[in-house]
């Protein structure tokens, strides 16, 4: 649908949403406040005789007003919610919503009302989130909010910060980067995180893959860190969190301009409570479409100097003008050919278009079909993302903060090669799946 033609739709429905609130039921669906003796469902409910207590709950929780008769209101599920989907998600500006239809999203409608703004557009645009139900549909909340400064006082959520908090994507050693697969400052690149594996026959602790936290709550990797043949070694288990020395116990430190020492409080291990690799993912493919995946944390990460979110993107990196020079950051690569650093690594790597980076995965040993969900970056000799972890983020420095705009994927072997860029997962392409799979 043209966006003309979508506005005008949007315009049309106005009458029909114009009245009715959107709202979560207590069984996490999406629905709207109406008048109980029009939700079918609720009525059945109530009519019933042999009604238990669960339901009595059912109803009393899903009251959300009354009518200007003093009527109750209930919260009626949708006609296309699964009662076996969560639909919550984030909106853009960090506040919660529910991934219904578009023409059923008021704040959405109005915001496509003309006249339109390029920031409204752009916000509608990243509202999307995935629902199998509804062919077009956005996380559906209270619409933009204003922010007139950063926030002084972060704290850590399970939603991905709104990034004109700079709650995410800021570190402390602006000016201080030394690039071409050197050591990190200490604080840089707060946002990285190691996954501990336990191995499958001797049970010992292996750092296999990296990983980007997007959110209190949520890690951002690759798919074939949590699936495929790496399971035939070990299972994904902890995130390590705010480390620098990996062979270090304890804090780090090192020694700073003008004496002294900059020291961390010692990684942080957090155990992982859900897995959440993209339904797509086939580690069997050649193509490695997909290879996205979330960890969702069991308890919240805290929020500070050597610990904290990456931006996810507001924009599609494919389309910067001028081309955008680009990061990659981690312990080092999984890898026959090279072990792992013992202490956070970092390197700039130029952007490739998909036309530009093709020709390199043409030939017959690396033969792969690139698509729209993949992006390229490197081709530099000696300069690539092996010097970083499998899963490790690709990151864009928009001038103030780091958004991740990649998740490290694949590449040539042995790494490095000159005109051979490596691919990672084009992350903008995915966050409609993001935003859908992180929960409150």
Same mark, same amino acid.
């Given at each position: 649908m043209t966006r003309l033609l979508l506005v005008s739709a949007l315009i +049309?429905?106005?009458?029909?949403?114009?009245?009715?609130?959107?709202?979560?039921?207590?069984?996490?669906?999406?629905?709207?406040? =109406?008048?109980? @003796?029009?939700?079918?469902?609720?009525?059945? =409910?109530?009519?019933?005789?042999?009604?238990?207590?669960?339901?009595? @709950?059912?109803?009393?929780? +899903?009251?959300?007003?009354?009518?200007?008769?003093?009527?109750?209101?209930?919260?009626?599920?949708?006609?296309?919610?699964?009662?076996?989907?969560?639909?919550?998600?984030?909106?853009?500006?960090?506040?919660?919503?529910?991934?219904?239809?578009?023409?059923?999203?008021?704040?959405?409608? @109005?915001?496509?009302?003309?006249?339109i703004t390029t920031e409204n557009l752009q916000f509608v645009r990243n509202s999307r989130c995935e629902n199998a139900n509804v062919q077009n549909s956005v996380c559906c909340g209270p619409g933009p909010t204003t922010v007139t400064a950063p926030s002084r006082a972060c704290a850590p959520t399970a939603a991905p910060p709104d990034p004109r908090t700079e709650c995410c994507g800021l570190d402390g050693s602006s000016g201080n980067k030394i690039f071409g697969g050197n050591a990190t400052a200490i604080d840089q690149y707060p946002w990285l995180t190691i996954i501990e594996y336990k191995g499958v026959r001797d049970e010992k602790i292996k750092l296999l893959c990296g990983g980007a936290l997007i959110s209190g709550k949520y890690v951002l990797t690759a798919a074939h860190c949590v699936l495929g043949p790496v399971l035939r070694i070990a299972e994904p288990k902890n995130v390590r969190?705010?480390?620098?020395?990996?062979?270090?116990?304890?804090?780090?430190?090192?020694?700073?301009?003008?004496?002294?020492?900059?020291?961390?409080?010692?990684?942080?291990?957090?155990?992982?409570? @859900? =897995?959440?690799?993209?339904?797509?993912?086939?580690?069997?493919?050649?193509?490695?479409?997909?290879?996205?995946?979330?960890?969702?944390?069991?308890t919240m990460a805290p929020y500070g100097d050597f610990i904290r979110p990456i931006c996810l993107p507001t924009a599609d990196v494919?389309?910067?003008?001028?081309?955008?020079?680009?990061?990659a950051a981690g312990w080092g690569a999984v890898s026959d050919q090279q072990s792992s650093s013992s202490v956070k690594l970092h390197v700039d790597l130029p952007f490739f278009t998909q036309t530009e980076c093709q020709p390199s995965y043409n030939v017959a040993k690396r033969k792969v079909e690139l698509w729209n969900g993949q992006i390229c970056a490197g081709g530099?000799?000696?300069?690539? +993302?092996?010097?970083?972890?499998?899963?490790?983020?690709?990151?864009?420095?928009?001038?103030?903060?780091?958004?991740?705009?990649?998740?490290?994927?694949?590449?040539?072997?042995?790494c490095g090669m000159e005109n051979v860029p490596g691919v990672y997962t084009k992350v903008y392409e995915y966050m409609p799946w993001i935003r859908s799979q992180m929960k409150p």
């Open positions: +049309s429905y106005i009458c029909y949403v114009q009245g009715q609130s959107l709202c979560t039921t207590p069984n996490a669906q999406s629905g709207v406040c =109406i008048a109980l @003796k029009e939700c079918s469902s609720l009525i059945g =409910i109530l009519t019933n005789a042999n009604r238990n207590e669960a339901d009595i @709950k059912l109803l009393r929780d +899903s009251l959300c007003g009354y009518t200007s008769t003093n009527s109750p209101m209930v919260c009626c599920p949708s006609q296309n919610s699964d009662p076996g989907v969560d639909l919550r998600c984030f909106t853009p500006h960090a506040q919660d919503g529910i991934c219904d239809d578009i023409l059923k999203c008021p704040a959405i409608v @109005k915001l496509l009302s003309p006249p969190l705010g480390d620098y020395n990996i062979n270090n116990d304890g804090p780090d430190c090192v020694d700073v301009e003008g004496g002294g020492q900059d020291c961390t409080e010692g990684a942080i291990v957090v155990p992982i409570e @859900k =897995i959440i690799p993209h339904r797509g993912y086939d580690p069997n493919s050649p193509l490695r479409r997909h290879d996205i995946a979330l960890l969702r944390l069991q494919a389309l910067a003008d001028p081309r955008p020079l680009l990061y530099q000799k000696g300069k690539d +993302s092996c010097k970083g972890d499998s899963g490790g983020p690709l990151m864009l420095d928009n001038g103030r903060l780091y958004e991740v705009v990649g998740v490290v994927s694949f590449g040539p072997t042995p």
